[in-house]
């Protein structure tokens, strides 16, 4: 199994950047996919951008060219390089690992993300 920790979380002003972090833990080549969610007050938990292990990428149509997933695979640590930030970004911020054969998810705690006017 893996553990996954988030961290970078803070307040911003619109139009300002933020680098989140995710630091996976464990049996961490049995990773299929890393992911980034988020959660704002109120609604569901949406999707904001998928990392393969083969380094593929994809993004949620609303953060597409702001936001970018990379991976340092040296310290199995996600980013989510966030620019362009707008208030409609604040959310808790999940970092999650599809792992194994059976594709079980692992969560993070969350961090964060205020994005202020």
């Known amino acids: 199994q893996v553990q996954v920790v988030e961290s970078g979380g803070d307040l911003v002003q619109a139009g300002g950047s933020l680098r989140l972090s995710c630091s996976a833990s464990?049996?961490?080549?049995?990773?299929?996919?890393m992911y980034w969610y988020r959660q704002a007050p109120g609604k569901q938990r949406e999707m904001v951008a998928v990392l393969s292990n083969t380094a593929l990428a994809r993004y949620a149509d609303f953060v597409k060219g702001r936001f970018t997933i990379s991976r340092d695979n040296t310290k199995y640590t996600v980013y989510l390089q966030m620019n362009s930030l707008k208030p409609d970004d604040t959310a808790v911020y999940y970092c999650?690992?599809?792992?194994?054969?059976?594709?079980?998810?692992?969560w993070g705690q969350g961090t964060q993300v205020t994005v202020s006017s």
């Open positions: 464990g049996m961490t080549y049995r990773i299929n996919k």
């Open positions: 999650k690992a599809d792992y194994g054969a059976l594709h079980r998810d692992y």
